[in-house]
């Protein structure tokens, strides 16, 4: 039973907890490896995210080794996993967060009903029976519990403060309040959080937290309307990030409240100057490029292109700027090395962006690739870098399908055509494709080699760093038989971007299928 009360001082710090490794990754398409995982979650540390909730450890068996592998690497954050109120998932999780310094054990079952009924087909009482049990149980292998009410957003008030205030009484340290459909509005979402602390006998025993979608575009607000009426947790993602339209984005909602201090009693502990490399590295990994008028990490972000915006900024930067570009990691100090850089020079910027070459094999692998880029890219940024590493480490995990090399002609009254050499399963494979364009011509070829069967529903094209000279940034989303993949995919040659994404993609096709729970 728990009997610790929130004290003042822990009120006034609005913990951050990242979902982008486990709500994020139900993107479609935005699957992520073990190594992938760890590399965010060694980011997010750097952030400071108070909470990484790294995955679903009873969903997969590859889920379940991603959150003990984040459980080892990561060693100030606290590390959580997620389960359902059913004892086998609370003890896989348990077994998956058993090396972390830290750990939370996060148990929810559905408490609306619509839910109650139809999915769960259980009674009110039955429901409540199994918070309490999965929370008691959850607090033999950890103090550090969480409890979530799925779908609260619309479950019955009356009802969500008798199955809170007795998952509270069992021991569950953080209540959080789900919008699982993105439903509900920030004039009703931020009083209920504020009606249901003032309600329940115990509140005072649990930080209350809460968990909001994008459906109808309101995540953000829907949460900081909640922690402008007590709540003290904001569960959100990088990019913002996750299934359909996405979780509150974590860079808008920390800056909102550092930036707003006039009306939020509290503040975060983030390190917000890591925000940019966050929000660089997930794109990359993930195949999600950020759109260049979002919020705080956008392209677009700190750009001014009106000439009366332009004047007052160089006046005033205050004029129209409410936030510094360079607190969240934007600067123009980002050309880092060339041609004529040394392999300890290569290795020490990767150090410093916090990027951990794995052995040395790697290392001569990814400086190979940096020396290429540099023959044909005279300025190489930090994101170029970013991209290095990403793509030896997709090379290194090619183990069905390998683009060798590459030549595609291209004729303004004739259709394109692209010879092409493949490794597949080891064996050099000669092919060739025509198209109405360059990039369907490659698409043409290896889909020729390689007798594949799948749908391409996403194709997209972003520069990587400014300039004529830019790595083109190709994301590839291919679908078959349910499973949806992105694959990326970066060249200054954008013909030969587009084909490393569709390599990527299908090497990902061909990958164990991972199994997922969308929930909360």
């Known amino acids: 039973m728990s009997t610790q009360t929130i004290s003042?001082?822990?009120?006034?710090?609005?913990?951050i907890f990242d979902t982008t490794l486990r709500d994020g990754e139900q993107s479609p398409g935005a699957s992520m490896t073990r190594d992938e995982k760890v590399r965010i979650a060694k980011a997010l540390e750097r952030l400071k995210v108070d909470v990484i909730e790294a995955g679903f450890a009873i969903a997969s068996v590859g889920d379940f080794e991603s959150v003990k592998a984040v459980a080892e690497a990561v060693n100030e954050s606290t590390v959580c996993s997620l389960a359902r109120t059913s004892p086998g998932d609370i003890e896989r999780a348990a077994e998956a967060l058993a090396p972390a310094q830290r750990r939370r054990i996060h148990t929810f079952i559905a408490t609306s009903p619509i839910h109650m009924q139809h999915k769960l087909r259980m009674e009110p009482d039955a429901v409540i029976e199994a918070a309490v049990g999965a929370v008691k149980l959850a607090r033999k292998f950890t103090d550090d519990v969480e409890f979530s009410p799925e779908d609260a957003g619309r479950s019955e008030e009356d009802f969500l403060c008798r199955i809170l205030e007795a998952v509270i009484d069992a021991g569950a340290t953080t209540i959080n309040i789900p919008d699982t459909v993105?439903?509900?509005?920030?004039?009703?979402?931020?009083?209920?959080?504020?009606?249901?602390i003032q309600r329940i006998p115990n509140s005072d025993k649990a930080v209350f937290s809460v968990h909001c979608h994008n459906d109808l575009g309101l995540a953000v607000a829907n949460s900081l309307s909640a922690v402008q009426h007590g709540a003290r947790q904001v569960e959100c993602t990088i990019n913002g990030l996750g299934e359909r339209a996405g979780n509150a984005a974590l860079e808008e909602v920390v800056m909102a409240v550092r930036t707003r201090q006039d009306q939020f009693d509290c503040d975060t502990g983030v390190n917000t100057r890591e925000i940019m490399t966050c929000s660089r590295l997930v794109s990359g990994i993930t195949g999600f490029p950020v759109q260049p008028n979002k919020a705080v990490v956008g392209a677009n972000a700190f750009a001014h292109e009106?000439?009366?915006?332009?004047?007052?900024?160089?006046?005033?930067?205050?004029?129209?700027?409410?936030?510094?570009?360079?607190?969240?990691?934007?600067?123009?100090?980002?050309?880092?090395?060339?041609?004529?850089?040394?392999?300890?020079?290569?290795?020490?910027?990767l150090t410093e962006l916090g990027i951990t070459i794995k052995s040395d094999a790697e290392l001569n692998a990814a400086f190979t690739r940096f020396k290429a880029l540099a023959d044909r890219k005279h300025v190489i940024y930090d994101e170029d870098l970013q991209m290095v590493v990403?793509?030896?480490r997709h090379d290194e995990l090619a183990e069905h399908l390998k683009l060798v090399e590459m030549q595609v002609t291209s004729h303004s009254t004739q259709k394109p055509v692209c010879q092409m050499t493949l490794q597949i399963d080891g064996q050099v494979v000669e092919t060739t494709g025509e198209?109405?364009?360059p990039v369907e011509a490659a698409f043409n070829a290896i889909k020729a080699a390689t007798k594949t069967?799948?749908?391409l529903v996403l194709y997209s094209v972003n520069n990587v760093t400014p300039g004529s000279d830019a790595q083109g940034e190709v994301t590839v989303r291919l679908k078959k038989g349910g499973r949806i993949v992105n694959g990326l995919g970066a060249h200054t040659d954008i013909i030969i971007a587009s084909a490393r994404a569709y390599v990527h993609a299908l090497n990902r096709l061909e990958a164990p299928e991972r199994s997922t729970h969308k929930t909360l």
Do not use: C
């Open 8 to 15: 003042p001082a822990e009120r006034d710090r609005l913990i």
């Open 435 to 437: 198209g109405g364009g």
């Open 182 to 196: 993105g439903y509900t509005l920030p004039e009703t979402f931020g009083p209920l959080i504020g009606k249901l």
């Open 453 to 455: 069967d799948n749908e």
């Open 390 to 392: 990403s793509e030896t």
């Open 306 to 349: 009106s000439g009366i915006h332009q004047d007052g900024v160089i006046k005033a930067r205050e004029t129209y700027e409410i936030m510094r570009a360079e607190d969240v990691g934007w600067t123009d100090e980002r050309i880092v090395l060339g041609k004529h850089s040394g392999r300890a020079a290569f290795r020490q910027r």
